[in-house]
């Protein structure tokens, strides 16, 4: 059974930072796409950040990058998101994702495992 434990949320003044990690186990991790998605209230799930299986290509939502760096430690099954120059628009549920191969998607249907997410709160 996979399993995807977010953790490093929390509330943070706008211009501070953050780094978000996911715990993965339940299937050979180093051989999927990872990613991470956001959800402000009253909003769609979008995405924010994917890092291939092998963690040699990126993949950042427009408006996020620069800002925040996607990495992966597959000796140990973790992934991170490093958040910097936070917004309150930044504000939101964020949510680790496995995907359903080695290929580095951007939506929500290219992944098929979900954490159960961490809050983020940027107060301006």
């Known amino acids: 059974q996979v399993q995807l434990v977010e953790s490093g949320g929390g509330l943070v003044q706008a211009g501070g930072s953050l780094r978000l990690s996911c715990a993965a186990s339940g299937r050979t991790f180093s051989n999927y796409a990872m990613g991470w998605f956001r959800q402000a209230p009253g909003k769609e799930r979008e995405f924010v950040s994917a890092i291939s299986w092998k963690g040699s290509i990126t993949y950042y939502a427009d408006s996020l990058k620069g800002r925040f760096t996607i990495s992966r430690d597959n000796a140990n099954n973790m992934v991170y998101l490093q958040m910097n120059s936070l917004k309150p628009e930044d504000t939101a549920v964020y949510y680790c994702?496995?995907?359903?191969?080695?290929?580095?998607?951007?939506?929500?249907?290219?992944?098929?495992?979900w954490g159960q997410g961490t809050q983020v709160t940027v107060s301006s």
């Open positions: 994702a496995g995907g359903r191969t080695y290929y580095i998607g951007r939506t929500k249907d290219d992944y098929n495992y």
